[in-house]
């Protein structure tokens, strides 16, 4: 409580119009000034030369203390009245989150280098960053290339979410480009989800030429199961630079980029989603923002705001102050009073 009276961000005063009152402070104190002098009988004396030297008790120098004690009072009587309160804001969150399955080619094509430094590593910077923006979603990593892999399941720690992006690379399965696997995997970490809305967003950087599942019934399982697909496609258009192991060394060559738009476009379309081509750094990352922009998390946020009453500290103060007046009045100052 004692904290709260100096809190002035968040104290208030329900009665501020008493605060007028204190106007009449200065009346008061001009009042008991005015009559600090005894009531005795008058005494005659011939000189005051005697009495000069006389030095004044200290019960005649503390007597003013009678007048601080009620000054004291007053205000802290105009303070209580005017009750002061503290108030404390609390929230309550309601979210309605998205699931989301970042499904991620790690296929050696991926190293090309139209992307700095390369494809995956952009691919993972972009997505880091849009993990950082979905504070209120469950997102899970899939990984594919000749086969498929769940990185991370659907989660709503976004770090450890974050730690395994940071951890993919290129070679960490059988080379080749299963998106069908890649589409079906995705699916499965999705198809129990409880989620209002579920999605998936699909990155890839080639053709689909090999797997155990078609992209063609991958996409038909996600339709079933009413999941939204956002596919992209990775790289930029006609030659990409791509490092090649040589017996001096490591050497770039020229290969050709080639994306089955067709089939990303079809997977994204019947499924309610989008697909995106991105041919450098900045396009990918518009990529991700558009798809941040486009899938938004309903989030309500209900404020309640709590008063406590602070009055009782200025009321003990006053009435301890005019104890204290009326005691020392009739004890210690009684005989000059």
Not at 135 to 161: M, W
Not at 207 to 228: C, F, H, Q
Request: hydrophobic share 45%; proline share 4%.
């Amino acid at each position: 409580m004692i904290k709260a009276l100096f809190d002035g961000q968040h104290l208030s005063f329900v009665q501020p119009y008493y605060f007028l009152l204190l106007l009449l402070l200065p009346l008061l104190i001009w009042w008991q000034w005015k009559n600090k002098t005894p009531q005795n009988p008058n005494l005659r004396i011939t000189s005051l030369g005697g009495i000069k030297t006389v030095k004044p008790t200290w019960r005649v120098r503390l007597r003013s203390l009678l007048k601080v004690f009620r000054s004291i009072a007053f205000v802290a009587l105009v303070v209580a009245i005017a009750r002061p309160q503290s108030s404390n804001v609390s929230e309550s969150v309601d979210s309605d989150g998205i699931d989301i399955v970042l499904s991620v080619d790690v296929s050696g094509s991926m190293m090309a280098e139209d992307l700095k430094p390369n494809r995956i590593e952009a691919a993972k910077q972009v997505a880091n960053n849009f993990v950082d923006k979905r504070a209120n979603d469950r997102i899970g990593l899939v990984i594919f290339s000749g086969e498929s892999f769940t990185q991370c399941p659907i989660t709503i720690d976004h770090n450890i979410v974050k730690e395994q992006l940071a951890a993919i690379k290129s070679g960490m399965l059988q080379d080749g480009t299963a998106i069908g696997m890649g589409l079906a995997t995705a699916v499965d970490r999705l198809r129990n989800s409880k989620a209002k809305s579920k999605i998936i967003i699909l990155l890839t950087d080639g053709v689909n030429n090999t797997g155990l599942i078609d992209p063609s019934t991958a996409l038909e399982i996600a339709k079933a199961y009413k999941l939204r697909v956002y596919c992209i496609g990775v790289g930029t258009r006609g030659e990409a630079p791509y490092p090649v192991q040589t017996p001096v060394g490591i050497q770039k060559q020229m290969v050709p980029v080639e994306i089955d738009e067709a089939l990303l476009k079809n997977i994204a379309s019947q499924t309610g989603g989008k697909y995106f081509r991105a041919t450098s750094n900045s396009s990918l990352a518009s990529v991700y923002k558009e798809i941040d922009q486009l899938e938004k998390s309903k989030v309500e946020v209900s404020s309640f705001k709590h008063f406590t009453d602070l009055f009782l500290p200025f009321a003990l103060l006053a009435l301890i102050c005019i104890a204290l007046e009326m005691v020392l009045r009739y004890t210690i100052f009684r005989s000059i009073t």
